[in-house]
């Protein structure tokens, strides 16, 4: 059936939810992001002459080259679709932060796996990507650059762990308290009201 094109029904109606693609990747990262934490913690308390830490390391190394190629993906879904603009019954203040907040997250989802990136391959230390294929060099081996590299790693790694939990709080005071189903926006729940 058509519609008049200057009629405002002409306009695609606003969706609630993210797009199928947007949520598969959201959750993807967010496994990635609860492993390698884990992981990055495991991995820089083992004995340096274990002999299971570098193959630890590689699996770190793998899960946030993974995440860096999801967020890429991620960021181009994004920008060439719609984002469902946030409920109105989210305060103006708290919908700034959320914003500010989401912003810093992908900042970090590409900050971190740079800065991993640069240490490792500033150190001369490849990466093997789940031990299928040796991902190239694009920075040259320089280990004040490696150095550098991992100084960003280790100071952004908390700025990562309080945007999470940040992150997982807001949401836990929209669904109890303000009794907004944001989470639905991300399961594809609130696309059945
Ligand atoms: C979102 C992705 C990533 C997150 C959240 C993450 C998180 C962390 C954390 C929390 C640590 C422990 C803190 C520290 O000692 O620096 C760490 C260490 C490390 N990460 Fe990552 N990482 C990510 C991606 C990568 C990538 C892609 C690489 C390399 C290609 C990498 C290489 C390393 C290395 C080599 C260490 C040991 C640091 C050192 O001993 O200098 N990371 N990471
Ligand atoms: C249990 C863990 C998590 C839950 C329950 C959760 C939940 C959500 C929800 C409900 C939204 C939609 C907000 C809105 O209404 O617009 C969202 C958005 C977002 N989440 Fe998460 N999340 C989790 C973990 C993570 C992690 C680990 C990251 C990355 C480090 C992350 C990054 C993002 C980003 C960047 C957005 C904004 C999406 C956009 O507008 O493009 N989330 N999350």
């Known amino acids: 059936m058509s519609r008049p094109s200057h009629s ?11 797009s199928f693609g947007l949520r598969v990747l959201h959750w993807l990262t967010a496994l990635c992001m609860f492993v390698i934490i884990p992981v990055a913690w495991y991995m820089t ?9 570098g193959s630890w390391v590689n699996f770190h190394k793998s899960i946030g080259l993974t995440i860096l190629l999801l967020t890429l993906i991620r960021v181009f879904t994004r920008l060439s679709g719609t984002a469902p ?6 305060p103006a203040f708290e ?3 959320a914003h500010i907040g989401h ?4 900042v970090i989802l590409f900050a971190m796996p740079i800065s991993g990136y640069i240490n490792s391959y500033g150190g001369g230390h490849p990466v093997n990507w789940f031990w299928l294929f040796q991902v190239p ?12 590299g991992s100084r960003i790693h280790y100071w952004l790694a908390f700025l990562t762990y309080a ?5 997982v709080l807001a949401v836990v005071y929209h669904q109890l308290i303000q009794r907004v189903d944001v989470l639905g926006r ?8």
Request: net charge positive; hydrophobic share 40%.
């Open 163 to 167: 945007l999470i939990a940040g992150h």
């Open 186 to 193: 991300m399961t594809g729940r609130a696309a059945k009201r």
């Open 103 to 106: 912003g810093l997250l992908y």
């Open 45 to 53: 308390t083992m004995d340096r002459h274990d002999p299971t830490r």
């Open 95 to 97: 919908q700034t932060l």
């Open 85 to 90: 603009p946030l409920p109105q019954s989210i």
């Open 8 to 18: 405002i029904s002409a306009l695609p109606p606003t969706s609630l939810v993210y």
């Open 137 to 148: 060099a694009v920075v040259p081996q320089d280990k004040a650059l490696g150095h550098l």
